[in-house]
């Protein structure tokens, strides 16, 4: 709702009531017309405030509304009739100003903002655009250049830089609605007309053409087929180009385009994907409403490495005491002196002093004896693992949290090597550690709610997004990647080329193809997992294993000294290790070659879909699996870890979203005909879970989990 009140005598108090972030729902939005106008009839009232309840302005549209039938007023009249207002109305921004938000206080006459208030447009993010007029008023209020990086990215600025900008008129670091009131009191009895952004023409620019097609240009590239941060470049070119009235029409023309897509549904299901995952379950029953996680003040990183230096630094920055331990000292000197200059780096971005004193850094792995929570992060080794969770259950004092940070070895095992397996818990980071929003969870049969509400309570104190996953090869990203980098391997051996298996994946928006993304992560990697798992074995017969289809090409390379960028060659070849820049090798195509024809393999027309479709169907036949085995709880935490952790463009919401766009029933045909066609290929094999839903009648994604549950009850 939205509360009217009478303060000072003269000015009317507009208060948006509507936890937890004060959105626009029709019941806000009848209140704020309902409220505009009594303050506007009534005689004493001189001018009008409008503020949120709890320090929150405004969050913007209430997203909850979007795909259900419209009620209430629409926004834009409301802002229109804000202000058409002949008293002046001021918009008092505490907290946040998103979105509808910003646009209700576009619509004021005047904008106060608390200093450590967040503003912006970010309906782009999803799958929108600023359409309550923000794409019309913010470039005639700020200029063109500025309204467009704001619409486009969606980025958040702070009240300094909108005082800059010249978004807000006045930033307080005292009371805003204080402020607002008596800012709105000097102002009263004012001419109005200098202040109706809607009146204003939009900053004219010479090299207007220039200045679109470069946004066009940049947005086409960082956007990867998203469709709205083009149609913001479009509506912001009507502000640019067209009378106020035909650029809103203009922009409700693109909004009616954008409002009813895929892409639209798919980020707003990500958006709400990426909170529901911090309400976490275990199939034990445990869960994070009802398990109290420990406070963290300390803790230790043992293995100063890369993913211990971005792991010490992400700690660090949260203002945590941490001991960074290294046993090789000049390694350990090595790592100081990177550790320190992430944080200068980090701190110069942000305007503040780098958190150095927070660390201390030592070659003694007792010196942690007192700290919460230790995470292991030395090189990914089974043996050197045990060792090093052997040392620390003999220094740790009782109740430390052990974590470790692996990509996929069994957690449980690790856990039998303390006497205290209940306090074990997997802190799966993704590279680089500081910067990487992901942190995979992982809990053991033995490991405690109370450890996992604590492993997931750091990782949103330093800025995670956290999933609680079960123990498993590969836990959860990892796992499902396995058949997808299968699927493009046998599409080599059949006739494809790395090129063409990635500009596909790319196209689909990927940000590497499966090769690209080998190459740069090392293909060693995966070559030590498959030597460890007794997959490379020489003598072995070369395409099969345990027998199932097996592709040595990594393999190979591999013993060729093809790392790939950090030696200069992988699957592409480079100017040099280290270079960045993927260049087809033509050794590589006559090594395919040679290789088809040392198997009696002929090397056939591979297209676009069967590309797709092969990679990406049983990388979510994976995906399907995991919830069967209830090693992550539902879709939504599947799909955060993809786009968050390995790059599937948001648009698309995640690998199990997508599964249900394209339609459950057209998956299990095009797994059921592909796996026809490579009988030796289990990934490709149907799963259970997929053919019950499909049994079930398709249920759209939110309602999988009756079915898992059911699934899982007759297990
Ligand atoms: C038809 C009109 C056409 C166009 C014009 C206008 C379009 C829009 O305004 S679209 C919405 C634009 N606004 C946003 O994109 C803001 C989205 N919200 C956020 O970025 C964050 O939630 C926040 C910065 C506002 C607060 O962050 P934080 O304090 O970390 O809390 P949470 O993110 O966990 O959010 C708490 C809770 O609130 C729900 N929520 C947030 N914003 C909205 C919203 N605009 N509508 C409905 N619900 C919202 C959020 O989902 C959380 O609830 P759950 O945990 O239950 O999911």
Same mark, same amino acid.
């Given at each position: 709702m939205a509360q009217y009140t009478r303060i000072s005598g003269s000015v009317g108090l507009i208060t948006l009531k509507n936890?937890?972030?004060?959105?626009?729902s029709a019941v806000v939005r009848q209140g704020i017309v309902d409220s505009v106008e009594r303050a506007l009839g009534?005689?004493?009232?001189k001018c009008l405030v409008i503020c949120g309840q709890s320090g929150k302005f405004c969050g913007g549209a209430?997203?909850?509304?979007?795909?259900k039938k419209m009620t209430g007023p629409p926004l834009i009249p409301v802002f229109h009739a804000i202000e058409a207002a002949a008293k002046p109305v001021v918009a008092a921004i505490e907290g946040i100003a998103l979105g509808g938000g910003l646009e209700l206080a576009l619509g004021c006459h005047y904008r106060i903002a608390h200093s450590k208030a967040k503003l912006g447009l970010p309906e782009v993010t999803l799958g929108?655009?600023?359409?309550?007029a923000g794409s019309q008023r913010l470039p005639r209020l700020i200029g063109v250049p500025a309204a467009l990086d704001l619409i486009t990215t969606g980025r958040h600025v702070t009240a300094a830089e909108a005082l800059q900008l010249g978004i807000v008129d006045q930033v307080t670091d005292h009371n805003t609605v204080d402020a607002a009131v008596k800012f709105a009191l000097s102002v009263?009895?004012?001419?109005l007309d200098a202040r109706r952004i809607s009146t204003f023409p939009c900053p004219r620019l010479s090299n207007l053409d220039a200045v679109f097609e470069a946004a066009m240009q940049k947005v086409r590239q960082a956007a990867r087929g998203a469709i709205a941060p083009v149609a913001c470049v479009q509506a912001v070119r009507a502000a640019a180009t067209l009378p106020y009235a035909q650029g809103l029409e203009r922009e409700k023309e693109l909004m009616a385009t954008l409002f009813t897509s895929g892409q639209a549904r798919a980020l707003q299901y990500s958006f709400f994907a990426q909170r529901a995952v911090g309400r976490w379950s275990m199939?034990?029953?445990?869960r994070w409403d009802t398990s109290k996680p420990k406070p963290i003040r300390k803790a230790a990183v043992i293995g100063l490495g890369t993913m211990g230096r971005g792991i010490t630094v992400g700690l660090a920055q949260a203002g945590l005491s941490v001991v960074a331990v290294e046993t090789q000292e000049k390694q350990l000197m090595e790592a100081k002196q990177a550790v320190s200059g992430m944080l200068e780096r980090g701190a110069k971005k942000r305007g503040v002093s780098p958190p150095l004193g927070n660390i201390s850094y030592s070659s003694?792995?007792?010196?942690?004896?007192?700290?919460?929570l230790v995470i292991e992060a030395v090189f990914e080794d089974m043996a050197l693992k045990k060792e090093v969770f052997q040392q620390l259950s003999a220094v740790c004092r009782p109740g430390t949290f052990l974590c470790t940070n692996t990509s996929g070895l069994d957690i449980d095992d690790l856990a039998s090597?303390?006497?205290?397996?209940?306090l074990v818990v997997g802190?799966?980071?993704?590279?680089?550690a500081h910067v990487m929003k992901l942190l995979e969870v992982v809990y053991g049969p033995r490991s405690s709610p109370q450890a996992v509400a604590t492993a997931m309570q750091l990782g949103k104190v330093i800025g995670k997004v956290s999933v609680a996953v079960g123990n498993?090869?590969?836990?959860?990203g990892n796992r499902m990647l396995s058949p997808y980098l299968s699927q493009a391997n046998f599409l080599l051996e059949e006739g494809a080329t790395p090129e063409f298996v990635d500009q596909v994946l790319e196209e689909f928006?990927?940000?590497?193809g499966a090769f690209r993304m080998s190459d740069l992560s090392g293909l060693d990697v995966g070559w030590r997992v498959r030597k460890a798992a007794g997959? /490379?074995?020489?003598?072995? @017969?070369?395409?099969?294993r345990q027998g199932c289809r097996y592709s040595p090409l990594g393999d190979l390379l591999c013993e060729q000294g093809r790392f790939g960028q950090k030696t200069g060659s992988g699957w592409y070849q480079y100017d040099?290790?280290?270079?960045r820049v993927a260049k087809p090798d033509p050794w590589l195509h006559s090594f395919l070659e040679e290789y088809r024809a040392r198997h009696g393999l002929v090397a056939r027309r591979i297209d676009h879909q069967e590309v797709l479709e092969r990679c990406l169907y049983s990388l979510i036949n994976e995906g399907f699996r995991i919830l069967e085995e209830g090693i992550?709880?539902?879709p939504e935490d599947i799909d955060v870890i993809y786009v968050l952790g390995?790059?599937?463009?948001?648009h698309r919401g995640g690998p199990m979203f997508y599964a249900d766009m394209v339609g459950l029933t057209r998956v299990l045909e095009r797994l059921e005909f592909y796996h026809q066609a490579?009988?030796? /290929?289990?990934?490709?094999? @149907?799963?259970n879970l997929l053919r019950k839903l499909v049994a079930s009648g398709t249920p759209p994604i939110h309602r999988w989990r009756e079915v898992i549950k059911k699934v899982h009850s007759q297990l």
């Open positions: 936890p937890p972030v004060n959105a626009l009534e005689p004493e009232v209430d997203i909850r509304e979007f795909g929108l655009l600023p359409a309550a009263a009895g004012q001419s199939p034990s029953g445990a003694n792995i007792k010196t942690v004896g007192d700290v919460d090597q303390t006497p205290n397996p209940e802190m799966h980071f993704f590279a680089p498993c090869q590969g836990f959860v928006g990927f940000a590497m997959l /490379v074995v020489p003598g072995k @017969p070369a395409r099969m040099k290790p280290g270079s992550a709880a539902g390995y790059s599937w463009p948001r490579h009988p030796d /290929v289990p990934s490709l094999q @149907p799963c």
